[in-house]
């Protein structure tokens, strides 16, 4: 059974910092890989998603990397800021379209102006 | 392009009594999910659907029903309401094809007392 691990369940940086937020898996057969955001009292919404053929995707001060063998990826935010405070949540889908999504229980962030 | 919608947003009821949640998608999204959200627990499957008429079985479907008659709704049915059953409810969709991502609607908070 796949499980999905995120360490520090929260995390505390003051604004400016370049952090990386940890995600690990125990079955590396995995489809795709997808980090998630999520605002108190609101919805998921879709950050970054890495095929498993792929080592990383960005999306401005974002940067997600994926390293399949060793059941790790990285989600980096350069020049943290406060509206960056939220929690992020990976998600991997294991194979074939039919499968579904495990999900980590997600880290969350604060950024200190 | 309301992406996923869901109804209600809040809802409090008592026990034994029964509800349906709706789910809304305007994706032509072939895939729709139900999950609920717990402290601690994560993000966890009750149901799913992966097209008009089907359903299946998540990791909690105990205690709930679902139906998708329409490829834009997915429906989730309390049918003697429990306060185990207090939580955060989202529902989700995707079109099923490779390396697609998941959206999610923005939550209902359901409390049973």
């Known amino acids: 059974k796949q499980e999905v691990t995120q360490i520090p369940a929260a995390l505390s940086v003051p604004e400016g910092e370049n952090l990386v937020l940890n995600c690990s898996f125990t079955d590396s057969a995995i489809y795709n890989l997808q980090w998630f955001r999520q605002d108190p009292g609101k919805g998921l919404t879709s950050l970054l998603l890495?095929?498993?053929?792929?080592r990383e995707q960005t999306s401005g001060r974002l940067n997600a990397s994926l390293d399949k063998s060793s059941g790790r990826s990285t989600l980096y935010i350069a020049a943290s800021q406060p509206g960056d405070s939220a929690t992020y949540l990976c998600?991997?889908?294991?194979?074939?379209?039919?499968?579904?999504?495990?999900f980590g229980k997600g880290i969350t962030l604060s950024v200190r102006p | 392009n309301a992406g996923v919608t869901q109804t209600p947003k809040f809802r409090v009821l008592k026990t034994g009594q029964s509800m349906t949640l709706l789910c809304a998608q305007d994706?032509?999204?072939?895939?729709m999910y139900w999950y609920r959200q717990d402290p601690g627990m994560g993000l966890r499957l009750i149901h799913y659907s992966v097209g008009e008429g089907t359903t299946a079985k998540g990791e909690v479907p105990d205690g709930y029903n679902v139906s998708r008659l329409k490829k834009q709704n997915f429906l989730l049915g309390l049918e003697s309401a429990a306060p185990s059953q207090t939580s955060v409810y989202f529902c989700?969709?995707?079109?099923?094809?490779?390396?697609?991502?998941?959206?999610f609607g923005p939550g209902t908070r359901l409390t049973v007392l």
């Open positions: 994706m032509n999204h072939e895939y």
């Open positions: 890495i095929q498993s053929s792929q």
């Open positions: 998600a991997v889908r294991r194979g074939g379209a039919n499968s579904k999504l495990t």
């Open positions: 989700a969709s995707r079109d099923g094809t490779l390396g697609d991502t998941q959206y």
